[in-house]
Protein backbone atom coordinates (compact mmCIF):
# COMPACT_ATOMS: atom_id res chain seq x y z
CA UNK A 1 0.00 0.00 0.00
CA UNK A 2 1.28 3.34 -0.74
CA UNK A 3 0.28 6.61 1.33
CA UNK A 4 -1.17 9.39 -0.79
CA UNK A 5 -1.81 13.10 0.06
CA UNK A 6 -4.31 14.44 -1.82
CA UNK A 7 -5.47 18.18 -1.57
CA UNK A 8 -9.27 19.03 -1.80
CA UNK A 9 -10.87 22.25 -2.83
CA UNK A 10 -13.98 23.76 -3.49
CA UNK A 11 -15.87 27.55 -3.64
CA UNK A 12 -19.09 25.96 -5.11
CA UNK A 13 -21.60 24.88 -2.09
CA UNK A 14 -18.57 24.17 -0.72
CA UNK A 15 -19.60 22.18 2.65
CA UNK A 16 -21.51 19.79 0.54
CA UNK A 17 -18.94 19.16 -1.84
CA UNK A 18 -16.14 18.92 0.55
CA UNK A 19 -18.29 16.35 2.56
CA UNK A 20 -19.22 14.51 -0.52
CA UNK A 21 -15.88 14.02 -1.21
CA UNK A 22 -14.78 12.37 2.08
CA UNK A 23 -17.84 10.05 1.82
CA UNK A 24 -16.86 8.65 -1.34
CA UNK A 25 -13.08 8.73 -0.56
CA UNK A 26 -13.81 6.52 2.36
CA UNK A 27 -15.96 4.32 0.61
CA UNK A 28 -13.09 4.03 -1.92
CA UNK A 29 -10.12 4.13 0.19
CA UNK A 30 -11.47 2.91 3.60
CA UNK A 31 -10.26 5.23 6.89
CA UNK A 32 -8.98 8.65 6.06
CA UNK A 33 -6.50 10.93 7.64
CA UNK A 34 -7.76 14.24 7.42
CA UNK A 35 -6.37 17.77 8.15
CA UNK A 36 -8.66 21.07 9.44
CA UNK A 37 -10.40 22.75 6.73
CA UNK A 38 -9.14 26.22 5.94
CA UNK A 39 -10.63 29.00 3.91
CA UNK A 40 -9.02 30.79 1.54
CA UNK A 41 -9.48 33.27 -1.54
CA UNK A 42 -9.40 32.47 -4.99
CA UNK A 43 -6.10 32.56 -5.97
CA UNK A 44 -5.70 33.23 -10.15
CA UNK A 45 -9.20 34.94 -10.45
CA UNK A 46 -11.66 36.35 -9.03
CA UNK A 47 -14.29 34.17 -7.25
CA UNK A 48 -15.74 33.00 -4.23
CA UNK A 49 -13.47 32.19 -1.26
CA UNK A 50 -12.97 27.99 -1.39
CA UNK A 51 -12.45 25.42 1.55
CA UNK A 52 -9.20 23.81 0.64
CA UNK A 53 -8.11 20.90 3.08
CA UNK A 54 -5.32 17.67 2.76
CA UNK A 55 -6.11 13.89 3.27
CA UNK A 56 -4.07 11.11 3.11
CA UNK A 57 -5.52 7.50 2.17
CA UNK A 58 -3.59 4.14 1.20
CA UNK A 59 -3.74 2.80 -2.02
CA UNK A 60 -2.63 0.03 -4.34
CA UNK A 61 -4.04 1.80 -7.15
CA UNK A 62 -1.23 3.03 -9.62
CA UNK A 63 -1.31 7.07 -10.16
CA UNK A 64 -3.00 6.87 -13.72
CA UNK A 65 -5.74 4.59 -11.71
CA UNK A 66 -5.87 7.05 -8.83
CA UNK A 67 -6.13 10.00 -11.11
CA UNK A 68 -8.91 8.49 -12.85
CA UNK A 69 -10.67 7.64 -10.21
CA UNK A 70 -10.64 11.01 -8.26
CA UNK A 71 -12.02 12.66 -11.53
CA UNK A 72 -14.87 10.12 -11.56
CA UNK A 73 -15.62 11.45 -7.92
CA UNK A 74 -15.18 14.86 -9.19
CA UNK A 75 -17.38 14.77 -12.28
CA UNK A 76 -20.33 12.89 -9.84
CA UNK A 77 -20.16 16.01 -7.93
CA UNK A 78 -20.87 18.52 -10.73
CA UNK A 79 -17.55 19.47 -11.99
CA UNK A 80 -17.02 21.02 -15.11
CA UNK A 81 -13.93 21.23 -17.14
CA UNK A 82 -15.20 23.54 -19.77
CA UNK A 83 -14.05 26.89 -19.49
CA UNK A 84 -10.76 28.80 -17.88
CA UNK A 85 -8.24 26.58 -15.91
CA UNK A 86 -8.95 29.00 -12.66
CA UNK A 87 -12.34 29.37 -12.29
CA UNK A 88 -14.96 28.36 -9.43
CA UNK A 89 -15.39 24.65 -8.74
CA UNK A 90 -17.50 21.73 -7.20
CA UNK A 91 -14.82 20.02 -5.87
CA UNK A 92 -11.26 19.61 -7.20
CA UNK A 93 -9.17 16.38 -6.14
CA UNK A 94 -5.52 16.97 -6.38
CA UNK A 95 -2.69 13.93 -6.06
CA UNK A 96 0.13 15.95 -4.27
CA UNK A 97 2.53 13.00 -3.40
CA UNK A 98 2.66 9.26 -3.68
CA UNK A 99 4.87 7.80 -1.99
CA UNK A 100 8.26 8.59 -2.69
CA UNK A 101 7.89 8.77 -6.50
CA UNK A 102 9.42 11.78 -8.48
CA UNK A 103 8.70 12.92 -11.68
CA UNK A 104 6.05 12.29 -14.14
CA UNK A 105 4.16 9.21 -13.77
CA UNK A 106 0.79 8.66 -16.10
CA UNK A 107 0.80 12.66 -17.57
CA UNK A 108 0.85 13.71 -13.60
CA UNK A 109 3.50 15.13 -11.79
CA UNK A 110 5.27 14.21 -8.47
CA UNK A 111 5.17 16.03 -6.23
CA UNK A 112 2.73 18.34 -7.39
CA UNK A 113 4.47 21.92 -7.74
CA UNK A 114 1.76 23.61 -5.34
CA UNK A 115 2.90 22.06 -2.33
CA UNK A 116 5.60 24.62 -2.11
CA UNK A 117 3.45 27.80 -3.89
CA UNK A 118 0.33 27.41 -1.93
CA UNK A 119 -0.68 28.12 1.90
CA UNK A 120 -3.71 26.36 1.42
CA UNK A 121 -2.05 23.20 -0.05
CA UNK A 122 1.12 23.61 2.65
CA UNK A 123 -0.47 24.33 6.00
CA UNK A 124 -2.91 21.09 6.08
CA UNK A 125 -0.46 18.74 4.67
CA UNK A 126 2.13 20.33 7.42
CA UNK A 127 -0.81 19.71 10.06
CA UNK A 128 -1.47 16.08 8.94
CA UNK A 129 2.45 15.07 8.01
CA UNK A 130 5.09 17.65 9.39
CA UNK A 131 7.84 14.62 9.54
CA UNK A 132 6.56 13.46 6.37
CA UNK A 133 9.70 14.22 3.51
CA UNK A 134 9.29 16.38 0.34
CA UNK A 135 11.04 13.74 -1.98
CA UNK A 136 12.18 16.93 -4.02
CA UNK A 137 13.57 18.73 -1.88
CA UNK A 138 14.42 16.75 1.50
CA UNK A 139 12.54 18.47 3.39
CA UNK A 140 9.67 18.02 5.46
CA UNK A 141 6.68 19.57 4.85
CA UNK A 142 6.61 20.92 8.59
CA UNK A 143 10.19 22.40 8.01
CA UNK A 144 8.59 23.39 4.35
CA UNK A 145 5.72 25.36 6.39
CA UNK A 146 7.73 26.97 8.70
CA UNK A 147 10.20 28.57 6.22
CA UNK A 148 6.91 29.13 4.14
CA UNK A 149 6.08 33.46 3.62
CA UNK A 150 2.81 33.50 5.60
CA UNK A 151 2.19 36.59 4.16
CA UNK A 152 1.83 35.48 0.77
CA UNK A 153 -1.62 34.32 1.27
CA UNK A 154 -4.39 34.56 3.50
CA UNK A 155 -6.47 31.66 5.07
CA UNK A 156 -7.36 30.63 8.25
CA UNK A 157 -8.94 27.46 9.90
CA UNK A 158 -13.20 27.48 9.23
CA UNK A 159 -15.36 25.03 11.82
CA UNK A 160 -16.12 22.21 9.91
CA UNK A 161 -18.06 18.89 10.86
CA UNK A 162 -18.03 15.52 8.88
CA UNK A 163 -19.65 12.08 9.77
CA UNK A 164 -20.77 13.60 13.16
CA UNK A 165 -17.52 14.79 14.70
CA UNK A 166 -15.70 18.21 14.40
CA UNK A 167 -12.59 18.01 11.93
CA UNK A 168 -11.96 21.94 11.92
CA UNK A 169 -12.79 24.29 14.39
CA UNK A 170 -12.09 28.34 13.60
CA UNK A 171 -9.30 29.65 15.95
CA UNK A 172 -10.67 32.13 17.99
Same mark, same amino acid.
Given at each position: ?????????????????????????????????????????????????????????????????????????????????????????????????????????????????????? $???????????????????????????? $??????????????????????????
Amino acid at each position: MTVVYLSLGSNIERERYIKAALDALQVAFGPLQVSSVYESEAVGFEGDSFYNLVVAIETQLSVGSLSAQLKMIEDKNGRTRLGPKFSGRTLDIDILTYGDVRGEIDGITLPRDEVTKN $AFVLWPLAEIAAQARHSGLNRTFGDLWA $AYDKSSQQLWPVDFDWCGKAISRAKT
